[in-house]
């Protein structure tokens, strides 16, 4: 055990660490009671408001027909009485902003009724719009200053719910976030434009199949979170880790995770009561929590509800996330959203698994029974294919961040290129249509399919071959997007999903249609069609190891993008084919996506300029007086040894006077360039500084360190490490 101070206590605290009592027991309280306790739901709606108003209210949500504002006032009414009933004093509009958090602000149901005592109070037009002083979010230029409020509009197709505290309870309805022309100041709002413009293309396509629904086309998602929870102990005696959530040092473990004893593990006492409160808190809010376990990395964890509509299940995510760190401190704990916390072992991911589809027609990415079923299946799959290549940039640049970069291509995320997985089997079957197509032209013996002619083969309903290594990879009746960070918000990859989907699903229908109209018959139009998609866009499927050096040779070969960093990645969003399917798809306006490319970009800067004052103030005060300390004590006993006639080496002497100055001068260099790029003012120039500049000196800084924190004695080592860290629970 060590024996300085600031980590002795936190030991101390964890040896000594003892439950509290639980707030409920599902043996006296059973889950289907809790299940939406704290939801303004289907069925509270259903029982309380007026019939009409309710059934209004219904077609808007479940059809995504507009809402008619006349019911707002009934609406609002009746949500009032029952957030008071659970104890709101309070609501709150909450919205997404491109910041990637959740901001809420605080208004009373109460007001003075002007005798002394109040009533309470709260509109059909307090309920739709609400007027946050919002002008300090950041909007890239989409709302200049003299018309800074930005305005929120109730997102009618997201529950509201109530949120508790020991001291009280709030009313939060979702909401979207705009200027007063009408711009995109959030994360939700192109998402559900994004949604409509899927629906629509989708449509086209079921309907040349002579399929039809009821029901809209929606995006289904199922997010993986990933987390670690540690001691909050040592994370209050780091900076690093309570500043910018990953440790900036820390010399690598005798032991991580190289026995994978990890990943399915028992998972600790302390930390399962966590994530027993964590799901129950989670039930009230009807969010479907499933699974548990223990991920690779120690002291890493999982938690993954049921899939859900995307718009519900991204705001459920930000609620996972934001339990999680609010469970975590009443047991000590400090949950760590960030994507690479600890060096050299894994960082944290969010699965976005992505299927298109509805209550009436399943998932659409579910392989059929019948050979017409089945050519629906392969369209829906091609559109994908075509979707991934060609608009691979776009996809890489909605999972960049600094915190991202650490983890992409480090041998435990995908890789930076985004390549699509099919499995073996269904790639055979996109590579025969391809060998039927060339048959045709070369005459050659090879195994050919015709859509609605032969049988398909029988499709994989599970790829039994579950590929780790691929950021886009074909589940079985869903595609699983891998390249998503922990702490990253899931909207800008759906909306982007949605957007590639919408593109290649209308692409489809125009193909079809236009060959129906030259009288080509049906089957043999949608043979056409993936044809064409297995031989101009088949570059992009990869089915082998995506971390190997082979892959990425290849990759390029294939004209892959292998963007792998940030500032590389955020230009992307501005390309001319990005902006123009963003606007043709009518999600956003190219200066809705320059703004996001802007805001982006200055968080990239943000993070690493403000990493990069932490290491200068960490190696300052508190790395190099522990490496001086030590110099000096080997530098008296030298002298001492000398004095007395003995042989004096200093080799250890020597390696930490190394080190020291490697660090020093660094550090020097480092507060130089900081100083430098600070007074530029170009985001974009100023991202490639901190890039290409201050991000390799930090690690120098790091190296050197880390070779310290191994040579000076323990009790003079302020910083807890990574054994303490991530072994002590
Ligand atoms: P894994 O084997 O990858 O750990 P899980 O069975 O835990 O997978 O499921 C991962 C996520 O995928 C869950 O959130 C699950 O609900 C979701 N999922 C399952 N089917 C679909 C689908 N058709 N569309 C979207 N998400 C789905
Ligand atoms: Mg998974």
């Avoid at 930005?150 to 705009?178: H, K, Q, R």
């Avoid at 060998?435 to 499709?459: C, S, W």
């Avoid at 200066?591 to 982006?600: G, N, V």
């Amino acid at each position: 055990m060590s024996s300085n101070n600031a980590r002795r206590s936190a030991i101390q605290a964890i040896t000594t660490y003892k439950a509290g009592e639980p707030s409920f027991s599902f043996s006296e309280t059973s889950p289907a009671e809790i299940f939406g306790r704290n939801v303004f739901s289907d069925r509270i709606m259903r029982e309380r408001l007026p019939k009409t108003v309710y059934q209004s209210l219904h077609k808007t949500i479940t059809f995504g027909e507009r809402m008619d504002p006349s019911i707002a006032d009934a609406v609002a009414a009746v949500m009032k009485d029952w957030a008071i009933e659970k104890g709101a004093t309070h609501f709150t509009h909450v919205f997404y902003p491109l910041t990637g958090q959740t901001a809420e602000k605080h208004d009373s149901f109460i007001m003075p009724d002007g005798q002394g005592g109040v009533i309470t109070e709260f509109s059909g037009s307090m309920l739709i719009r609400g007027e946050p002083d919002a002008s300090s979010f950041p909007s890239g230029g989409l709302r200049s200053t003299f018309e800074a409020r930005g305005y929120t509009a109730w997102d009618v197709t997201s529950p509201a719910y109530i949120m508790e505290n020991p001291n009280g309870t709030f009313l939060c309805i979702p909401t979207m976030f705009l200027s007063w022309t009408g711009m995109a100041l959030d994360k939700k709002t192109p998402l559900l434009r994004s949604g409509q413009a899927v629906n629509r293309e989708a449509q086209r396509v079921l309907a040349l199949f002579n399929v039809h629904t009821n029901l809209p086309i929606v995006a289904y998602v199922g997010l993986e979170q990933e987390y670690f929870f540690i001691d909050h102990n040592f994370n209050f005696a780091r900076p690093d880790l309570q500043i910018a959530g990953r440790t900036l040092f820390g010399a690598q473990p005798a032991k991580g995770q190289e026995f994978s004893d990890q990943y399915f593990g028992v998972i600790p006492q302390r930390v399962l009561s966590c994530m027993l409160e964590v799901e129950r808190e989670l039930y009230k809010l009807a969010v479907p929590v499933r699974t548990r376990h223990n991920e690779v990395a120690p002291s890493q964890y999982e938690i993954a509800p049921l899939y859900e509509p995307s718009n519900l299940a991204i705001d459920h995510n930000h609620i996972i996330m934001a339990t999680l760190r609010n469970v975590a401190k009443r047991y000590g704990l400090k949950c760590l959203l960030h994507e690479k916390p600890f060096a050299g072992i894994n960082g944290s991911g969010k699965h976005v698994n992505y299927s298109l589809g509805n209550a009436e027609l399943g998932s659409l990415f579910d392989p059929g029974e019948t050979p017409h079923a089945n050519a629906k299946f392969l369209v829906f799959c091609a559109a994908m294919v075509r979707a991934v290549h060609k608009y691979a940039g776009l996809l890489r640049a909605t999972v960049a961040s600094a915190s991202n970069d650490h983890r992409l291509g480090a041998h435990e995320a995908p890789p930076a290129i985004m390549s699509i997985f099919l499995g073996d089997q269904l790639t055979e079957v996109f590579e025969a249509f391809r060998a039927g197509r060339a048959e045709d032209t070369q005459g050659k013996k090879k195994r050919r399919i015709n859509v609605g002619v032969d049988t398909l083969p029988p499709l994989p309903t599970d790829p039994g071959d579950r590929n780790r290594t691929s950021p886009m990879a074909f589940t079985g009746n869903r595609f699983e997007f891998r390249a998503l960070g922990s702490s990253q918000s899931a909207a800008s990859s759906v909306t982007a999903l949605n957007a590639m989907m919408a593109d290649s699903l209308g692409f489809a229908a125009d193909w079809i249609e236009r060959e129906l109209a030259n009288q080509v018959p049906f089957n043999a139009a949608v043979q056409s069609f993936i044809c064409h998609v297995i031989e101009e866009h088949s570059a992009v499927i990869f089915n082998g190891d995506g971390y190997s050096e082979v892959w990425h040779k290849e990759a390029h070969r294939r004209g892959l993008p292998d963007l792998t960093t940030t500032p590389q990645a955020l230009p992307e969003l501005t390309k001319p084919d990005v902006v123009d399917l963003f606007e043709r798809q009518g999600i956003l306006k190219p200066m809705e996506l320059a703004a996001r490319q802007d805001i982006y970009t200055d968080q990239y800067c943000k993070t690493v300029h403000t990493e990069a004052k932490l290491v200068i103030r960490m190696a300052r005060t508190v790395i190099y007086p522990a490496g001086m300390r030590y110099q000096g004590e080997l530098a008296r006993t030298a002298k001492e040894l000398l004095a007395i006639g003995k042989d004096a080496r200093t080799h250890t002497l020597d390696e930490v006077t190394t080190h020291l100055r490697t660090l020093q001068t660094n550090v020097v260099k480092l507060e130089k360039l900081v100083q430098e790029i600070e007074g530029l003012s170009d985001h974009s120039v100023m991202a490639q500084r901190y890039c290409n500049d201050i991000l390799p000196i930090m690690q120098e800084i790091r190296t050197a360190a880390d070779a310290l924190e191994v040579l000076v004695p323990d009790d003079l080592w302020a910083l807890p490490n990574y054994e303490e860290i991530l072994f002590d629970k």
